[in-house]
């Protein structure tokens, strides 16, 4: 019993991690009905703004290490704002009242634009980031189970890191006048220019709300992982989290997330050994087809009725 809660609860902090990418699909899409694809490529850029920026503080700089953490996030900060301006003045407002599927193609290209730029800008090496989250391995309930259960305390961190951007995310939506006309926004774009919403700020505001996000996401990834070109694959993973959250629930991206996670630390624990392996890879799109045939609008995804 104790094993398979250690899997478990693995498994579900590895969802959280999955959770925080997904997010910032959620919001964009939430707030203008576009999947942007590019938000792996927000996430390396973010995370490799804020490495750099962090060791060029610290080693030639000088700055103490909190002070340079600050700058750093706040330089970071600045650069997604940069990119939600730019993509808002230069890409979006171009394509107003155009088709989803044009608007998803234009977030390809501004996927390779914004990899090969930050790269090109930052550098292309695997960066170690170190925050100050802590990552000692920690055992708990060890007075329940024989040795206690391993946890990695990064991953706990992620996952109130995760909670509480979830419930800010929440109360901006549901609770203030932005997040109201974010979603007018998103049901009809000319209808909501009709009634006074100024579509090209609105864009911007959700852009950059989801660039902090990706920065959120780029930090712990980074720091977990390295600071690497893989964190842009990391839209890959998040594409199951949607499916079956809803691609319009902000605690559906956190609830997908630990299905994801979960399921797939399990079925490779238990399921691996006889099936050959490897299942972890694959189960998050196995399961997310299920889903795409028996619901495809996710668990919490709001259902599309069309009369004609």
Known sequence: MGFFLEVLIGGLLAGVL??????????????SGVFN?????????AA??????????????????????????????AVMALIAWACERLVLR???????????????????FIEGLAQTVFGAEVYPLHIGLPREPLFILESVFDGGILVNELDIWAAVIAGLLVAALAIFFQRTRIGRALRAVADDHAAAQSVGIPLNHIWFIVWLVAGLVALAAGAVWGSKLGVQFSL?????????VLILGGFTSVPGAIIGGLIIG?????????????????IEIWFAYVL???????????LFGERIIERV
Request: hydrophobic share 60%.
């Open 232 to 240: 842009s694959l990391l839209a890959l993973k998040a594409l199951p």
């Open 18 to 31: 999955y959770s925080l990418v997904a997010l910032g699909f959620v919001l964009i899409f939430k707030a």
């Open 37 to 45: 694809f590019a938000q792996g490529a927000m996430v390396l850029t």
């Open 94 to 112: 171009k394509l107003v009242n155009q088709e989803g599927i044009i608007l998803f193609m234009a977030t390809i290209g501004v996927t390779f």
């Open 262 to 278: 979960a399921g797939e630390k399990l079925a490779e624990v238990f399921l691996g050994p006889s099936m050959g392996g490897g």
């Open 48 to 77: 490799l703004a804020l490495v750099r920026a962090l060791d060029v503080m610290q080693t030639q700089w000088k700055w103490p290490f909190g002070l340079a953490l600050i700058a750093a996030f706040l330089f970071a900060g």
């Open 288 to 298: 997310a087809l299920l889903f795409l045939l028996f619901r495809p609008q996710g």
